[in-house]
């Protein structure tokens, strides 16, 4: 039992707080992994490119579903429409629109089979882990840290912006309209990340309310990174182990 | 331990199962609950129609919590796009719309001040853990159960249409326009009951299933049923016990 205790940290000012929470975005935002600098290179092989876009895809389904508990966790409905539109972004208002019909179309131009995206049956199980853990952080934690894991948003339309470009002049074989997700993102992306902070930086009064929301925003980069190391990592083996049809190490299906 | 097992039952007919859901809604439904009956049949004074305004808004501000839970569970942007139109109905698409908007009208047309109702104060503990109960069980529980649960609907759009009849026959200092929600509702609850309907049916395939979808509807009408049941214990207090200010028994504040 701790019997002296020392007086509690100050709160940042609100200008420090978020220099802190977009430090984090620019320390261990997932554009410096290794492998998404390779793809912006123009150096991953087609199968790379798809092998990416498949587990990716996997991430990308499960967005509406960690802004459904976000949604269920906001406490008025101002609040909540403002969140339920990030699910309409990605499920669509109608049939054949929204972000995940975008990303199965990126599938598509890139040479993948809708069903075989959706089976999900490539997903790599690091990848699955990655998901989950970052669905459960959503389901579990505070509405101050499940809104700031969404902070990426504040770095990702620079990304998009950048992958456009590398997409564009390093895998032409991939048809231009196939590229339509990272274009509704940028304007998407910035209007997100605008209504996050702001949340973010009036529920965060105390320090520790801060700090939460800075260990948020760090775990939810190393989800994104998580996802990247395991696909770079099943690159390396496709490499370097001899292949042997239908066996590429455990797969776990969920 | 078991060593032998009975052969598991055959599942019901979708005609006998969807029969079997209709009979709890006919059967358990709270409009046969005493407080209802009076209710309808303009027996409240207005006190009583006041605290069963406030204790019932305190369901009502949870509806797109719990529906927001059942979007998290469904695994298609078809079906979460159906079901998103839910949370819309109750927290509208603009500022001054919605459910829960027409509820706080309701309040208002009743002589309750908006604050009050919003402040949560007033609620009774009963009503509390009903509510609670509900929003968890659609946290916690299977797809099917938790969309089974909200087939109450099956009986509220008739409940609607005599609510409406009766509250302007016998409560009419309450102004016509406070009872938009019941209006809407008509409706609204036609509609989600047939999209619940279709599927439970469809996912509802072993007896198992099937039963868990019945029991989830008695649950949800337990819910029901235990929060007029905390008013009406309310009311009867009111009028036998002495009152003394500020205080009406533990109060539970979340």
Request: proline fraction near 5%.
């Amino acid at each position: 039992m701790t019997t002296t205790l020392a007086p509690p940290a100050k709160p940042w000012s609100p200008a420090e707080f978020e220099a802190r929470l977009r430090a984090v975005g620019q320390d261990r935002y997932h554009d410096r992994h290794p492998f998404n600098l390779r793809m912006h290179q123009g150096d991953l092989t087609p199968d790379e490119v798809r092998c990416w876009i498949t587990n990716r895809f996997h991430y990308q389904r499960h967005i509406p579903v960690k802004d459904a508990l976000i949604l269920a966790k906001l406490d008025s409905s101002r609040l909540r429409r403002m969140w339920l539109r990030r699910i309409e972004d990605h499920d669509g208002r109608d049939e054949g629109e929204g972000g995940i019909e975008r990303w199965l179309r990126l599938g598509e131009a890139a040479g993948l089979d809708r069903r075989t995206l959706l089976s999900g049956e490539s997903v790599l199980p690091g990848v699955r882990l990655a998901v989950e853990g970052y669905v459960n952080f959503c389901r579990l934690r505070s509405p101050l840290e499940a809104v700031a894991a969404s902070l990426t948003e504040l770095t990702a339309p620079d990304l998009m912006r950048l992958r456009i470009e590398a997409f564009e002049r390093h895998y032409p074989w991939i048809a231009a309209d196939g590229l339509g997700y990272f274009r509704t993102r940028v304007d998407q992306g910035r209007r997100d990340s605008a209504e996050a902070l702001d949340l973010v930086l009036r529920w965060a009064r105390s320090r520790e309310e801060q700090e939460s929301a800075v260990a948020a925003l760090s775990f939810k980069c190393e989800v994104l990174w998580a996802l990247l190391d395991a696909v770079q990592q099943h690159a390396v083996r496709q490499r370097t182990v001899p292949q042997r049809a239908g066996h590429d190490g455990p797969r776990e299906r969920v």
